[in-house]
């Protein structure tokens, strides 16, 4: 049984930093990603990580967030600059086994219980 525990979650002054992890255990999948959910929003993807090491990214956070992984440390990470209010959500780190850095919900069969960000200006 896969099992994801995010960390990381906080508040924050907008212009801030944050960094969120995720312990994984289980056996590992292929994929791996960051989702959020806003207040009043649907949950979207933010950012992914696949087995090579290739990524995707939301347009929302490019050039502000990045994804990496530690294989060795079965952990996912999201460090997240120059925060800024919308960024405020619950935010979800997710396991799946698509062959790329996905950011569709579907795709991904396995999740964490979330840890909330709250940016403040």
């Known amino acids: 049984q896969v099992q994801l525990v995010e960390s990381g979650g906080g508040s924050v002054q907008a212009g801030g930093s944050r960094r969120l992890s995720c312990a994984t255990s289980?056996?590992?999948?292929?994929?791996l990603g960051w989702f959020r959910q806003g207040p009043g929003k649907e949950r979207e993807g933010v950012a992914s990580?696949?087995?090579?090491?290739?990524?995707s990214y939301a347009d929302s956070v490019k050039g502000r967030f990045t994804i990496s992984r530690d294989n060795a440390k079965n952990t996912l990470y999201l460090q997240m600059n120059s925060l800024k209010p919308e960024d405020t959500a619950v935010y979800y780190c997710?396991?799946?086994?698509?062959?790329?850095?996905?950011?569709?919900?579907?795709?991904?069969?396995?999740w964490g219980q979330g840890t909330q960000v709250t940016v403040s200006s």
């Open positions: 997710a396991a799946g086994s698509s062959w790329y850095p996905s950011l569709v919900a579907l795709e991904y069969n396995y």
């Open positions: 289980g056996y590992t999948l292929l994929t």
């Open positions: 990580i696949d087995s090579d090491g290739s990524t």
